[in-house]
């Protein structure tokens, strides 16, 4: 959970293509540096998930759409999709066929049934699966090589170019197939947590969420250092800070 929001707050300065900065040389922090969508849903996926511990799928998908409306609805103008922020505001709110990186983005907190309540596409859900999957592989003590081999051959992403490779003509786009492969090869090619943020960002594109997807993966490899979880605490309102500490108490 830290990960994908650090990874948010991170990002944020450079999302776009205006803004893209190609470098891992560049303030961890500025005063630019804020949380996003990206944050509000990840952490209202986990207020649905804390408040259906033990109850059927239909209860936790009717959680996550009120949860999500309730909390994107107190923070607007945070950056949501077009068709989202539609979403957001429905009465009766329906997945509308999304392949965006969204359901990537939040999945910090869970897969499938997350997805399912927006991103209805194939690949909106391929892409949060494979991100839940690199995030329990690296968990659960798997090798880097071992989480490239498992997301190549059960989700068919392409994991063979390099950072390097990538990073010249990446531009912002927000697809799960053209987001989520990049920010696990940039997960893959990090030295600890941090590098693994610089990386991300230094791709370009959807800077914030591609920061957010890789963060995810690396605190469950990595882990976070403690000076970075108190940077990402004070960078969140109160409201956001105590749904951040209540997961991480549950998570314990």
Not at 223 to 237: I, M, Q, S
């Amino acid at each position: 959970m830290y990960g994908a929001i650090l990874g948010d707050i991170i990002g944020s300065p450079y999302e776009f293509d205006f803004n893209n900065y190609k470098s891992k040389d560049f303030p961890l922090f500025c005063q630019r540096s804020e949380f996003t969508d990206d944050t509000v849903m990840t952490l209202a996926v986990a207020k649905a998930l804390l408040d259906t511990r033990g109850q059927d799928d239909a209860a936790i998908k009717a959680a996550l759409v009120h949860q999500m409306q309730q909390l994107g609805r107190a923070y607007p103008d945070k950056g949501y999709g077009a068709h989202f922020n539609g979403w957001l505001y429905e009465d009766d709110p329906h997945p509308y066929n999304s392949y965006g990186n969204g359901s990537a983005m939040r999945v910090s907190a869970a897969a499938e049934l997350t997805a399912e309540v927006t991103h209805n596409h194939p690949e909106g859900i391929k892409g949060a699966q494979a991100t839940a999957a690199a995030m329990f592989l690296a968990r659960t003590g798997s090798s880097k090589a071992d989480i490239r081999t498992y997301v190549e051959r059960e989700f068919g992403y392409d994991l063979s170019r390099s950072c390097d490779e990538i990073r010249p003509d990446y531009h912002h786009v927000e697809s799960c197939q053209e987001t989520v492969p990049q920010a696990i090869t940039a997960f893959l090619e990090s030295s600890d947590f941090e590098d693994a943020l610089r990386t991300a960002v230094s791709l370009g594109g959807d800077s914030d969420t591609l920061a957010a997807i890789t963060g995810s993966i690396a605190e469950a490899f990595y882990g976070v250092p403690e000076n970075l979880k108190a940077e990402c605490r004070r960078r969140l309102t109160p409201e956001l800070e105590a749904l951040l500490l209540a997961w991480e108490a549950r998570a314990a």
